[in-house]
């Protein structure tokens, strides 16, 4: 069975499974879920949502499984969370975030361009293994705002592959931000909470702030920032 979207609000669970197929909009009409819930595609074969808004006012919406779309806009207010599954553009996007783009750190990522570098937050939550994820870079700016937070009881390591551009602010809230072997640029504040770690550069390259704002360590045992 297939479905054609024109346009449409979806305010719960979307799933599409291996027997029925998704036409998206022909003439690129929002698909848009504006309440919390589920998204999930069983098929082998990902189908494309199209484009796709999260909007509401405090909508959460998780995957379910791994997924795939045309475009992405996250309203702010608003939360996307890839909960473990790999998400997929169907051609090179950019992810319009005006919310929060959360992700374990362990998922897949193609055709993204970045998760947005000019307002939104991308947040790291761990996979609760003690697991090292490297932090997914985008070019010459790779976030907005940057927050690492993992409340498991197994925090995992949050490590740099390449040089790290964010163009506001670097929130440590719980786990392990490792700079590695490159250099990192933050123009906005850096702020580490009581339960956020910090480690140096293992080669002491530089961690350069090179805009105005604030740098504060709540840690009773303070971070080496190097």
């Known amino acids: 069975t297939a479905y054609e979207i024109k346009e449409c609000?979806?305010?719960?669970?979307?799933?599409?499974?291996?027997?029925?197929?998704?036409?998206?909009?022909?003439?690129?009409?929002?698909?848009?879920?504006?309440?919390?819930?589920?998204?999930?595609?069983?098929?082998?074969?990902?189908?494309?949502?199209?484009?796709?808004?999260?909007?509401?006012?405090?909508?959460?919406?998780?995957?379910?499984?791994?997924i795939k779309m045309t475009d992405l806009t996250i309203n702010a207010g608003n939360t996307f969370s890839l909960a473990g599954n790999d998400f997929d553009f169907s051609a090179a996007a950019a992810v319009s975030n005006l919310g929060i783009f959360r992700l374990q750190g362990d998922e897949s990522l193609s055709n993204v361009n970045n998760?947005?570098?000019?307002?939104?937050?991308?947040?790291?939550?761990?996979?609760?293994?003690?697991?090292?994820?490297?932090?997914?870079?985008f070019g010459a700016t790779d976030y907005y705002n940057l927050v690492i937070n993992d409340t498991n009881g197994s925090e995992d390591t949050f490590q740099l592959g390449t040089a790290l551009d964010i163009d506001n602010d670097l929130t440590i809230t719980n786990g392990t931000f490792d700079q590695a072997a490159v250099v990192m640029n933050v123009n906005g504040d850096v702020s580490l909470a009581n339960g956020g770690s910090f480690t140096k550069s293992s080669n002491a390259s530089a961690f350069t702030l090179d805009g105005s704002g604030t740098l504060s360590d709540s840690n009773a045992a303070l971070q080496d920032l190097g």
């Open 9 to 66: 609000d979806w305010s719960s669970d979307v799933c599409s499974s291996d027997l029925g197929s998704f036409t998206k909009s022909s003439n690129a009409s929002a698909f848009t879920l504006d309440g919390s819930g589920t998204l999930s595609d069983s098929n082998a074969a990902l189908q494309d949502l199209g484009n796709v808004v999260i909007g509401g006012t405090t909508t959460t919406r998780t995957l379910a499984s791994n």
């Open 115 to 137: 998760l947005g570098i000019t307002a939104g937050t991308v947040e790291y939550i761990g996979t609760n293994t003690g697991a090292i994820h490297t932090i997914a870079e």
